[in-house]
């Protein structure tokens, strides 16, 4: 025998080659074979007893001629059984997971509960005297005339009373067995569709259904005839060889579908081996291609690279000239901008700066903040929201010189800052909220200026000629600033009520359209008295305000080097 008859000798013990039944057409085509097995070796008026014909008038046991049927028909007859004697069933029976409902509905009658009652005692007792019998032998020795014969008659009544009840619990013992039987067997057969195991399975059915018919018989006998089988037909005599039978051919399909177990790993080791060694023929192959390939990739790097670095220095050149003549259109968008006559009426941002320091140096005494305040300023920070900052203080030129102190420590740590702040005669010129808002633009610009023109759609000549209302500005700063992650803006209280006319709402509207119109993070710093006291409370109650109180408890920053007294006349 060749490899290959040795293979198909092994691959049928665990598959089936000539077949693609599904599983339905091979467990029927089982049970049918079963059936014949059975017609074989019972009498006809049995098996038709049990699967009678479809045209006959009294079939009523099974309709779709199955084993699971005929368990259900067995079933049906146990549990009449079980009601005619006043049989109550276990209560592990009844939570069991696996047990069916019982088919009877009616309630048991007090006179049934004694009968079952009575039969219990009695099987018991005789139980006991069968157990003690050989005792009671020795003792009916001693007069056997007068004893003998009526030990020898309740002898055999009690035998008969125990073979009775000792059938009665082999058999809902077997048929609770078999119930668990079929569907591992039948579960067998499919994982395993094999001739050898159609057959067994088909003579562990034909087994099955010959107990079934013993079994079906029996529970449909009258109470004379389970007296007289008890004493002429016990489980010993007539059932046992049935049940010994069907646990023979169970085993042998366990052995069969553990022979099938090992003949299928034996299969796939080979093919496991046979795919090991088609890899190996693989990876050769593959590492036959990469030398080929690496052979190939210096070939190409030898001559294709100095065309490499060319092409590398003409791309850098290209970028180096595109990002100077972005920065160039950038610078003349810029100027462009800028040259416009609206701006001529507003300071620079440089010119309001050295204003405000210049006026913060006229104080000599340091604007200072407890510690508390010091933590919410790092607060207020850290938000990734827009935030509104208040500085709280009695008199408002500590709230400036502050606000001018954080503006040049925003400057010193290089962060984006752009301030409406008071310039030189502010107050004598007409201002409107729109001229802060110019005034913010105008840095903006100067702080993004190599920006300008990244976005899809820059701001240009034409949105700053065509804006005419505060929203329209408040568009242009944001659609500015929306190029730079984050960025501060502070408003000085003065030039905003010098600019709003006196008008805390028309300044708490444009504080409104910065804080939540920027797309942008964004921390607004001014003083309380730009606001009112209800709109700082309810920033501080939706946690979009902080709000720090200037004092002469500590000082935030370095302490300057004091000054030299002047001295105004010289000895």
Same mark, same amino acid.
């Given at each position: 025998m060749d490899l290959a008859d040795q293979a198909g000798d092994i691959a049928g013990w665990y598959s089936n080659a000539n077949t693609s039944s599904s599983p339905e057409e091979i467990l029927q085509t089982t049970f049918t074979h079963a059936k014949l097995l059975l017609r074989s070796i019972v009498k006809p008026q049995d098996f038709e007893s049990l699967f009678p014909p479809t045209?006959?008038? &009294?079939?009523?046991?099974?309709? $779709?001629?199955? /084993?699971?049927?005929?368990?259900?028909?067995?079933?049906?007859?146990?549990?009449?059984?079980?009601?005619? /004697?006043?049989?109550?069933?276990?209560?592990?029976?009844?939570?069991?997971p696996t047990t069916a409902a019982s088919t009877s509905t009616n309630p048991t009658t007090p006179l049934s509960k004694s009968k079952a009652k009575a039969r219990h005692w009695l099987t018991g007792l005789s139980e006991k005297l069968v157990h003690y019998?050989?005792?009671?032998?020795?003792?009916?020795?001693?007069? %056997?005339?007068?004893? $003998?014969?009526?030990?020898?008659?309740?002898?055999?009544?009690?035998?008969? @009373?125990?073979?009775?009840?000792?059938?009665? $619990?082999?058999?809902?013992?077997?048929l609770s067995q078999i119930a668990d039987l079929l569907p591992q067997h039948s579960l067998h057969l499919i994982l395993y569709p094999t001739p050898r195991m159609q057959s067994s399975v088909a003579r562990l059915f034909a087994h099955i259904l010959n107990f079934f018919l013993s079994a079906l018989k029996w529970y449909k006998d009258s109470r004379a005839l389970h007296a007289i089988k008890s004493i002429f037909q016990p489980w010993d005599l007539k059932f046992?060889?049935?049940?010994e039978a069907i646990a023979a051919e169970a085993q042998q399909i366990v052995r069969m579908a553990d022979m099938g177990l090992k003949a299928e790993v034996r299969d796939t080791r080979l093919e496991v081996v046979q795919g090991t060694r088609h890899w190996e023929l693989v990876r050769q192959e593959m590492n036959e291609l990469k030398v080929e390939n690496q052979r190939l990739a210096s070939l190409f790097q030898a001559k294709f690279g100095m065309m490499e670095d060319s092409m590398h220095c003409m791309y850098q050149e290209i970028r180096l000239d595109f990002a100077s003549q972005r920065a160039t259109l950038n610078r003349v968008h810029l100027n462009q901008m800028l040259s416009l006559p609206l701006w001529n009426s507003l300071p620079t941002s440089g010119e309001s700066l050295q204003f405000c320091r210049s006026m913060?140096?006229?104080?000599?005494?340091?604007? =200072? +903040?407890?510690?508390? !305040?010091? =933590?919410k300023l790092e607060t207020w920070s850290s938000q990734r929201? &827009?935030?509104?900052?208040? #500085?709280?203080?009695?008199? %408002?030129?500590?709230?400036?010189?502050?606000?001018? !102190?954080?503006?040049?420590?925003?400057?010193?740590?290089?962060?984006? @800052? #752009?301030?409406?702040?008071?310039? @030189?005669?502010?107050?004598?010129?007409?201002?409107?909220? *729109?001229?802060?808002?110019?005034?913010? #633009?105008?840095? *903006?610009?100067?702080?993004g200026a190599d920006r300008l023109l990244n976005s899809p759609f820059p701001v240009?000549?034409?949105?700053?000629?065509?804006?005419?209302?505060?929203?329209?500005?408040?568009?242009?700063?944001?659609?500015?600033?929306?190029?730079?992650?984050?960025?501060?803006?502070?408003?000085?209280? !003065?030039? +905003?009520?010098?600019?709003?006319?006196?008008?805390? $709402?028309?300044?708490?509207?444009?504080?409104?359209?910065?804080?939540?119109?920027?797309?942008?993070?964004?921390k607004i710093v001014t003083a309380t008295s730009s606001v009112t006291r209800a709109y700082a409370e309810e920033l501080e109650h939706s946690n979009a305000c902080v709000k720090i109180e200037t004092g002469n408890t500590g000082d935030w920053r370095k302490p300057r080097r004091p000054r030299r007294p002047m001295v105004r006349f010289r000895k």
């Open positions: 045209n006959a008038p &009294n079939a009523q046991y099974v309709s $779709s001629h199955t /084993i699971l049927d005929v368990q259900r028909c067995l079933k049906d007859a146990q549990a009449s059984y079980e009601c005619r /004697i006043g049989h109550t069933t276990d209560a592990f029976q009844n939570i069991a019998g050989n005792i009671f032998d020795v003792m009916v020795q001693h007069h %056997p005339e007068y004893v $003998s014969l009526a030990w020898g008659i309740f002898k055999l009544l009690f035998i008969a @009373i125990t073979n009775h009840a000792e059938t009665a $619990s082999k058999f809902s013992k077997s046992r060889h049935d049940y913060r140096n006229r104080r000599r005494e340091r604007t =200072k +903040l407890p510690l508390p !305040d010091v =933590k929201k &827009n935030a509104v900052l208040l #500085i709280d203080t009695h008199m %408002p030129v500590i709230a400036k010189t502050f606000m001018v !102190d954080l503006i040049d420590l925003i400057l010193e740590n290089r962060l984006p @800052i #752009i301030w409406a702040l008071r310039y @030189i005669d502010y107050w004598d010129q007409r201002m409107s909220a *729109t001229d802060v808002i110019r005034m913010l #633009i105008l840095q *903006t610009m100067q702080v240009t000549l034409e949105h700053l000629r065509e804006a005419s209302s505060l929203n329209d500005w408040v568009g242009i700063l944001n659609h500015l600033l929306s190029n730079i992650s984050h960025a501060f803006i502070a408003l000085d209280a !003065d030039l +905003l009520a010098h600019a709003t006319a006196h008008e805390r $709402s028309e300044a708490l509207e444009m504080l409104d359209m910065l804080r939540l119109n920027l797309s942008c993070k964004v």
